[in-house]
């Protein structure tokens, strides 16, 4: 392409047809004609060249046509990011010049105004690409008209719906739709009916439709899965660091779903404490350009709401073997650090390792130990003096972090509670008590000796 853009400037190759450019071309450059058709085509779909009003082609960029896409706002205004390597600022469009372009749209622009002290203004040339996005929003129907209402509120209006939409739906409820741009009008077609408004799974539904999450794993994924044991044997600890005598415990919330670290605590001689942060070893299973390798990349991350769970990984290791559950091996990468008294580190060391954790316990119940409920404190008498020297150490970490100059974050969280239909019954303030302030510390640590 670039070859082509240099010929048309230094030829002279601007303002003619598109035969009389595929032709020219041909003559300087001798490549097929079939490919010149095509390769001008695709300059043509990406701005790089424009017709005019005598359908002449020009190179855009020498017109200061910048191209870009639309980031608009419920007032109406809009951004344009540049399609640029470099940190240009947005360029705004009022509403009057975006010439029927949409959030989303691949848009060339035309600067009309550059004040010294503020975003350059533009206005929208020519859309190069409509937003194919599929988008989430509602049905509401006012004076007979239906209309879909998006969730995302960078779109500036109430789009019509159109009457070939095989999928029809009512006042209120949830939808999937795709917009279609004839000659600046837009409408949405529905492609996806996801329940009413406002429940539950109609709103998970359409959290994970607007951020193209996974719901299910291919079938390659899933057998690559299946075919992993899921205990773990000899041949699987060899040559790792033998943890599993170790009063090993999980401490998560009530409502986790899997479990992906422990720790552990020894009294080495007075003066001198073993902290071991266990992790999961999920890299012993998941090797490098496998599919379940592939397919967590993609995913990046596990995503968690009130009621269900699509993870990373699939539910045999995210909830099986790579889960750190009690009364099983499991393989795990250990940092055991050697600490004072005062929670100076003496000595590290990093391990693979195995692993058997003797209790999968919550922060409540660690919570209920440190306040001194009897009940509790005799169903875990084997580790209540562990709680409490981690608790200790957890202490002493914490003000080692404040004297270095800590900043927190301390945003609150929400707790869900969902009753047996599906519906949001209650929500509330998560409490930080020392159990969760305990685990973050350690983790910081580990962290840090890393």
Do not use: W
């Amino acid at each position: 392409m670039e070859r082509l853009i240099n010929t048309i400037i230094e030829k002279h190759l601007s303002y003619l047809s598109f035969d009389e450019l595929v032709n020219a071309l041909y003559k300087f450059l001798g490549i097929n004609k079939t490919k010149l058709e095509k390769y001008v085509n695709e300059m043509i779909a990406n701005g790089t060249l424009m017709f005019d009003d005598r359908q002449t082609l020009f190179i855009s960029s020498k017109k200061g046509y910048i191209k870009g896409v639309i980031i608009g706002n419920r007032k109406g205004f809009a951004f344009c990011k540049q399609d640029t390597k470099d940190e240009e600022k947005d360029i705004f469009i009022a509403k009057s010049n975006l010439n029927g372009a949409i959030h989303g749209d691949t848009v060339l622009v035309q600067i009309v105004n550059k004040p010294a002290d503020s975003n350059p203004e533009g206005r929208v040339v020519s859309v190069l690409k409509p937003n194919s996005n599929n988008i989430i929003g509602k049905v509401e129907i006012s004076s007979g008209v239906t209309y879909f209402v998006p969730d995302d509120d960078k779109y500036s209006q109430n789009i019509k719906i159109s009457k070939n939409s095989k999928i029809k739906a009512q006042n209120g409820d949830k939808i999937v739709v795709t917009l279609n741009n004839e000659h600046g009008k837009i409408s949405a077609e529905i492609i996806e009916l996801l329940g009413k408004s406002e429940s539950l799974k109609a709103e998970q539904l359409g959290i994970i439709r607007s951020y193209n999450l996974k719901e299910e794993f291919d079938s390659t994924t899933l057998n690559e899965a299946i075919r992993i044991r899921n205990t773990v044997n000899e041949k699987d600890i060899k040559d790792r660091k033998d943890f599993r005598k170790l009063r090993t415990i999980t401490i998560d919330g009530v409502d986790a779903r899997d479990f992906d670290d422990a720790i552990s605590i020894q009294t080495l001689k007075p003066g001198v404490t073993r902290l071991g942060v266990h992790i999961a070893d999920v890299s012993h299973y998941v090797t490098p350009g496998s599919a379940l390798d592939n397919e967590a990349f993609k995913r990046g991350t596990s995503v968690y709401f009130p009621d269900m769970v699509l993870p990373m990984l699939p539910r045999e290791l995210s909830n099986g073997i790579c889960s750190l559950n009690p009364n099983v091996d499991r393989l795990t990468l250990s940092v055991v650090m050697d600490l004072d008294d005062d929670c100076n580190v003496l000595n590290s060391q990093v391990f693979e390792s195995v692993i058997h954790s003797k209790a999968r316990m919550t922060y409540d119940e660690v919570t209920a130990i440190l306040e001194g409920h009897e009940q509790t404190r005799a169903k875990y008498s084997e580790f209540v003096e562990d709680i409490e020297k981690y608790n200790e150490l957890s202490n002493k970490l914490e003000k080692l972090r404040k004297q270095r100059g800590e900043i927190r974050f301390d945003v609150p969280e929400c707790f869900i509670e969902i009753d047996k239909n599906g519906n949001i019954e209650n929500i509330t303030r998560r409490e930080h008590k020392d159990s969760h302030e305990l685990i973050e510390s350690f983790m910081v640590l580990c962290n840090e000796v890393v």
